[in-house]
């Protein structure tokens, strides 16, 4: 273990104990934390506090009343809590090779202040000093991003700095952003405060930024909160600020799209751009699509072809969605030297921005390609920057290429957008996106990535944060979240949600359909009797649902009441007589009773009224070797074996062959089944069927003989 671990590991041992309220223990090792730290304000810091608590134990110990001192034991954790962290900080500033302490050694050697800076950044408009400019806001990053706790002074500057109406708006932005980061190395109440106050900025890219930086930072602080009751306040009355619910939605559902993040790049590398690419002479179509008027006719057959079309179709979907669907395509482009300067992945994209105004120039058709880009709301800034960056490297003749093509396109674009500006509403989502992919760039791509916490390997799911859920209070945002959840199959999460709005008395509680979905997520996280409960209140609200009596159906199955079930499917199939898999559903509940005649009859009709289903074959299959006709068994699973069977097909056709005394064969399928379920799972899957085996006849004895012959 390294020096750095060994310290953040007691660090973190200080906080458990602390958040265990086991200060003396905690402050013992506080004081083995502080050998060698020289800063006074801190070592006077821990003498006051431990001093304060010896005086609190000794008078506890005589019994003196004190009805104060619950409320003095809770202000000792919280000043401890922040000691811990300014110890950590003074043990590590001297030698660590963490980017954070190389960037904090170089502030300390600075002589440039907040306030300095501010002139700087004002005169820009002014002065146009590209240099200059940008050398301050890399100074300025620093001087935020490495600022351990904050005085009152450093948090009026900043202040004064981002509501300056003299310094441009990618400027405020950035610097909210630097106090994001900030706050992530290690908790601060001001800076906290400081991001609720830059949420009411008037800039709604600030506004946006500031309330990112809330969400992604108090997720890794949610159980030390209950010790700064002051950030807890102060959100609590950001909420009830005009427009700041209904952005936070924004801010919460980016966020929560992230999520997807991981898979859709996973999909884009290994189907949907091999399918699209999978034509060999793709490269020469799209040539032939640049380099002359109308369209390809080859280029428009092979786009029209099912396969790749759907797969354009997958995209554009999850693009309207807000998914990030670039991610794969930019990961491979953040290696240029701009983006070794950590202030730079929190850029907005600015043609003013040396390296842009390098590849595009100011004016000329790369220009235009350029202001193109920054109306873009589909890519992130990163990106913009990975795009710019690229274009700059690649030869002249390429370059004149590709800005011929697409000139006129860009301006028909650039002249669509001032004519026709977008929404707000539709603006400020657009935001909320491309910065929540700009912090999954850094947080996922930055070379020295790991050595930050990474907020995206939280949930980020704010209902259930007790300190940001009131920036989410607004009706249909949690409305919008629970739904989302729902329909991306996170049901703890969701069935957590839908619980939080019933005791809410949320206004959607009153609609049947509020229980419908409260049941279903219920049910998929195995809540069989709660779900239960969901679904008669479904049906109480709205009465004679289909959907509702075969869920609720299911969970009486689930919970070995087939009667009861299979009552409430009969209802059912009177509202819709021709739902085949309603049919397979009674059929099952038929099964469970024992009734199997009964359960072929229904098993069947689907069978004739769908030839060609293998759901249906499956379910006769198995109806008929429990009712002990093998021969009709082995009919219906030779039909599935022909075609893609899966390992419990196998397995049951293994079963059915066994009984009916042809041991070569069932040890065949066997194998099969052991080689598409894994031997673990195969070996679980036939157990289950040991007794049902075993009325049919096969001895207990012959089940070890069996397994190894298998």
Known sequence: ????????????????????????????????????????????????????????LQYFGQGSPDEHRAELYHQLVRRSLLLNDDVLQARMQAQSMLLYYQHLRSRITRTETIEGIRLVLESFTDTGDT??????????????????????????????????????EDDSALAVSAVTLSLLERFDPLKCLFLCQAAQNLSMTVSIRALTGLAVALSGYS????????????????????????????????LLQCRETKEIERRMREDIIPTMLRNPKLGDLMREELERDGASPDWTEWVQKSEVKDKLLQMSELQMEGADVYMSTFSNLKSYPFFREIHNWFRIFSMDQPDVKNAFGSDGAPAIMGKSMLSNYIFCNSDKYSFALTFSSIPQEQRDFLTGQMTDEALEAIKDTESHPSPTDVVETYQA??????????????????????????????????????????????????????GKNYFDEAAQAYILMEQGAHPYSTDY????????????????????????????????????????????????????ALELLLQAEKLDTDNLSLQIQIGDCLVDLKRYDDALTRFFKVDYLKPDYPKAWRAIAWCAFLASRTDRAKEYYSKLLAGKPTGNDCLNAGHTWLVDGDIQRAVSLYRQSRDKLGAETFESEFEKDREILMEKGIREQDFPLLLDLI
């Open 131 to 168: 240099a200059a400019h940008e050398r301050a806001i890399g100074i300025m990053f620093e001087l935020i991003w490495t600022n351990g706790q904050w005085t009152t002074q450093d948090s009026a500057s900043l202040l004064e700095l981002i509501e300056s109406p003299l310094v441009i």
């Open 433 to 486: 996106r491309q910065y929540a992919h700009d912090l999954y760039r850094f947080f996922n791509l930055f070379s020295r990535r790991h050595e930050f916490r990474n907020p995206f390997d939280s949930n980020l799911n704010l209902l259930t944060d007790s300190t940001l859920s009131p920036l989410l209070k607004a009706d249909d945002s949690q409305k919008t979240i629970a739904s989302w959840l729902l």
């Open 513 to 564: 359909r509020f229980y419908q979905q409260m049941g279903y997520a219920l049910q998929r996280t195995q809540h069989y009797k709660e779900a239960l409960e969901s679904y008669k209140r479904a049906d109480i609200l709205g009465p004679d649902n289909g959907w509702t009596l075969r869920h609720t159906a299911q969970c009486y199955r689930l919970i070995g009441k087939p009667e009861s």
């Open 223 to 254: 159980d030390i909160m209950p010790y700064f009751p002051e950030v807890s306040s102060r959100i609590t009355l950001l909420a009830d600020e005009p427009g700041i619910s209904q952005r936070m939605l924004k801010v919460q559902m980016a």
């Open 1 to 56: 273990m390294t020096a750095d671990e060994d310290l953040k590991r007691r660090a973190a041992q200080i906080r458990d104990l602390l958040l265990s309220s086991r200060l003396k223990e905690a402050l013992e090792l506080i004081q083995m934390q502080m050998a060698g730290v020289s800063d006074w304000a801190v070592t006077s810091r821990y003498e006051d506090i431990n001093r304060s608590y010896q005086y609190m």
